[in-house]
């Protein structure tokens, strides 16, 4: 079993920064592909970004290249997003999740994730 730990959000205004992180125990996910989602009230889990075992691989969705990047440190099983130049519409519940596979090319989607986070706030004012 795997517990992830989100933290890091908080209130930004537009335009802001902010370093989500997502500590993980219970079992090392230093060898899985790890993603970061979002979902806003009303709307399906979207993908964020995600990283593969070896941080060697990375990849983001198209809304946030360029702002966020994903990054991890497999000596402190933790996983980060750092979110650059934030807009009001990022406002959600960032989750982190945990694959079984170090890599997957359906990383994109929620299905290929075994564990999940409580999700930490991210509200962005206009």
């Known amino acids: 079993q795997v517990q992830l730990v989100e933290s890091g959000g908080g209130l930004v205004q537009a335009g802001g920064s902010l370093r989500l992180s997502c500590a993980a125990s219970?079992?090392?996910?230093?060898?899985?592909?790890m993603g970061w989602f979002r979902q806003a009230p009303g709307k399906e889990r979207e993908f964020v970004a995600a990283?593969?075992?070896?941080?060697?691989?990375?990849v983001y969705a198209d809304s946030v290249k360029g702002r966020f990047t994903i990054s991890r440190d497999n000596a402190k099983n933790t996983v980060y997003l750092q979110m650059k130049s934030l807009k009001p519409e990022e406002k959600a519940a960032y989750y982190c999740?945990?694959?079984?596979?170090?890599?997957?090319?359906?990383?994109?989607?929620?299905?290929?994730?075994?564990?999940w986070g409580q999700g930490t706030q991210v509200t962005v004012s206009s």
């Open positions: 219970g079992r090392t996910v230093s060898m899985s592909l």
């Open positions: 990283i593969s075992g070896s941080g060697l691989s990375t």
């Open positions: 999740a945990a694959s079984t596979k170090d890599y997957s090319g359906r990383y994109s989607r929620p299905s290929e994730y075994a564990y």
